[in-house]
């Protein structure tokens, strides 16, 4: 193709412009994206901080409660056995009674036959940690499975044929009792409970026990206090 | 205008009119998006408002929350309460999270935004590895400045936001999770590069862990108990 100097140009300048427009068209879709981004992360912060500032305040407010008692004279050490009482319950090692549901998961009593996977008819320890992570979303005051309270250290692993919590060995059936309002406890369990819509799945087909009762009087024992041999307290002030 | 060639005289039109269409196309996109400049702009410039605001509260709240404390401390020595049941009830306050705490152990960075991760890390996945964690005697554990307790619970909410004791934990810069673990390095790592990190890797994710000193943040949830009650014999 012969083009000759007039039409070159005119060539030319159009590419320009047209590669400047195409810059621009990108520059703007870029301005329009990056602003999205930066507000979806303050609002995470936002939260965050707000939380700390509603429990610094909480914190606050009971030291100078406490401060006040001091000046009146309280006796120091009914003072301190209060704390220590209120701690033990936030920890979980104080047996507690209340309403709530309970729980029940059993091994089926059939076997597996042929080419069907055997894993189908058992209980499995991720699905008590599911239902576990379920109930404290919906608002469990104190859990317990099998007699052994839930805290903060507490670990349901699988260790083969049983699964082994708070370092002891569990047997099915496995009986989850937490206390907490009702409705609330199963609604959660229905909503994250992914595992508790397969589960009932299994019960149909592999013949397992998937069990909810709501009960006015569940007990969850009291668990331990363990030793801690890393973790320091970080003193105030620093 | 007589030497333009005729075969020439399509293509030109055709270009003039897609460049008249582009050139009308860029001016109204320009117009929008400056107009959705200003108002994002106005949006964030009220969020940082509101942020500086509640951060400057925070300062406030903690610095009265420094001068407490010692005043506290200063008014148990007065009274002279038995050192050792502050002992213990500092103890306790580890154990219900509601201690900030310090100490040797393992800080564990996943970044699962990777052109060979198909699904992101699931929130089932944070919950295998804070429960490999327990198994491997981790005293303190804690999820993007979210301390781990006994009711904490990890669900999503929405799509894609990960919701630890309610609070998002999202974060845009460095690793978008960080899990921090406070006990014996050895059996941590361990545990975790066997079991979880393993997998992790498999699914293309980028796992990095790292011995550290570490300082875990107190739970600033709260523990309410409505319908739970201590039993009559260890009320007293």
Known sequence: MHLDKKERSLLGFSAILLGFLFVLLIKAQGAAGSQMTVQETAIPSLIKTEQENQQLSIENSKIEQELVKYHQGQSASVLLNQQVKEAMMNAGLIEVTGPGVQITLDDSTRVATGEEDPNNYFIHEEYIREILNALWNGGAEAIAVNGQRVTTLTEVFCGGSFIQINGTRQMPPYVIGAIGDSHNLSAALKFYGYSWDRLGEFQEQYGITRKLEVLEDIKTPAGKLRNYHYAEPVKEGT | ?236
């Open chain 2, 1 to 236: 205008m007589h030497r333009w060639k005729r075969t020439l005289a399509l293509p030109v039109t055709m270009v003039a009119i897609a460049l008249g269409f582009l050139i009308a196309l860029q001016a109204q996109t320009q117009k929008n998006v400056s107009a959705a400049e200003q108002i994002s702009a106005q949006r964030m410039s009220q969020m940082k408002a509101v942020l500086t605001n509640s951060q400057e509260q925070n300062a406030q709240l903690q610095e009265r929350h420094k001068e407490l404390s010692e005043r506290l401390d200063l008014a148990r020595k007065q009274v002279g309460t038995d050192p050792q049941l502050l002992v213990h009830l500092k103890q306790l306050k580890m154990l219900d999270g509601t201690q900030e705490v310090e100490g040797p152990g393992i800080l564990i960075s996943i970044d699962d935004r990777n052109k060979k991760v198909t699904f992101p890390l699931y929130t089932d996945e944070i919950l295998r590895m804070i429960n490999t964690l327990k198994l491997a005697g981790a005293e303190a554990i804690s999820i993007n400045g979210q301390r781990i307790v006994g009711s904490t619970a990890i669900v999503l909410s929405g799509s894609s936001t990960i919701l630890v004791n309610q609070v998002p934990i999202n974060r845009t810069e460095g690793s978008p999770y960080e899990l921090s673990a406070i006990g014996d390095q050895d059996t941590l790592l361990d545990y975790v590069s066997q079991l979880d990190g393993k997998t992790l890797k498999d699914r293309g994710m980028t796992v990095s862990i790292a011995r550290k000193t570490l300082r875990i943040p107190s739970y600033k949830g709260s523990y309410t108990f409505k319908e739970a009650k201590t039993l009559p014999a260890q009320g007293a």
